[in-house]
């Protein structure tokens, strides 16, 4: 999130992929990352609105969390309470729900829903 907010302050306009800003995922062995929707070089900041920009998707079943379960980070154009914390892209990270038979997998990642907040 730190190079996505570097690169909209230099561009000013522009949301940029993993590419254009400089983000490099490293490879894992229990998860499988994909930048989501923001796949095109750039793409205007002005009035995007809950964009898929990151996804993290478990390759086996981890403890109580099923396989195969979707984190993921959104990001949207910031309204003026996020714009007051310096950024104009407001992100919101969301864990796989239990309800989708997903099991418990907040527990494995606690903190993730608070990125970007």
């Known amino acids: 999130m730190k190079l996505q907010d570097a690169y909209v302050a230099e561009s000013g306009i522009y949301v940029g992929n993993w590419t254009t800003i400089g983000y490099n995922m490293p490879g894992s062995n229990n998860f499988t990352y994909a930048q989501g929707q923001t796949t095109a070089q750039t793409v205007a900041l002005a009035g995007l609105s809950a964009q898929t920009g990151w996804t993290a998707t478990n390759k086996a079943k981890l403890n109580d969390c099923a396989a195969n379960s979707v984190w993921q980070i959104t990001i949207a154009e910031a309204d003026n309470g996020?714009?007051?914390?310096?950024?104009?892209?407001?992100y919101n990270a969301t864990t796989p729900a239990a309800g989708n038979n997903a099991g418990d997998c907040a527990a494995l990642t606690p903190n993730f829903t608070k990125i970007g907040q």
């Open 82 to 90: 996020n714009a007051s914390k310096g950024s104009p892209i407001a």
